[in-house]
Nanobody, 116 residues
Framework: QVQLVESGGGLVQPGGSLRLSCAAS????????MGWYRQAPGKSRELVAI???????TYADSVKGRFTISRDNAKNTVYLQMNSLKPEDTAVYYC??????????WGQGTQVTVSS
């Protein structure tokens, strides 16, 4: 069993920055892929960025050049640095993890609100 705890959300003005963190805990696991997704009110959950254990990354077109995903494999932690935030980035952000042993786990979500 893997538990994911996100932190770092909040209220920020347009053009501002936030850094989200997601720490995975449990025992006897290694994680193949971690990622960030978001869900805005009335919309379905969408991919933001993912990162594999070898460092390979993928980004949604809407965040390319503004967001950066990174991970600390030793700490089983994934980060999302979000710059040049826009009102349309407002959503609940969720991290997920795919362990090498299989399955998929989600965090509880953290609210990001971009507003003046």
């Amino acid at each position: 069993q893997v538990q994911l705890v996100e932190s770092g959300g909040g209220l920020v003005q347009p053009g501002g920055s936030l850094r989200l963190s997601c720490a995975a805990s449990g025992s006897g696991f290694s994680i193949f892929r971690m990622g960030w997704y978001r869900q805005a009110p009335g919309k379905s959950r969408e991919l933001v960025a993912i990162i594999f254990s070898d460092g390979t990354t993928t980004y949604a077109d809407s965040v390319k050049g503004r967001f950066t995903i990174s991970r600390d494999n030793a700490k089983n932690t994934v980060y999302l640095q979000m710059n040049s935030l826009k009102p349309e980035d407002t959503a609940v952000y969720y991290c997920d993890a795919l362990p090498n042993s299989g399955g998929r786990y989600w965090g509880q979500g953290t609210q990001v609100t971009v507003s003046s």
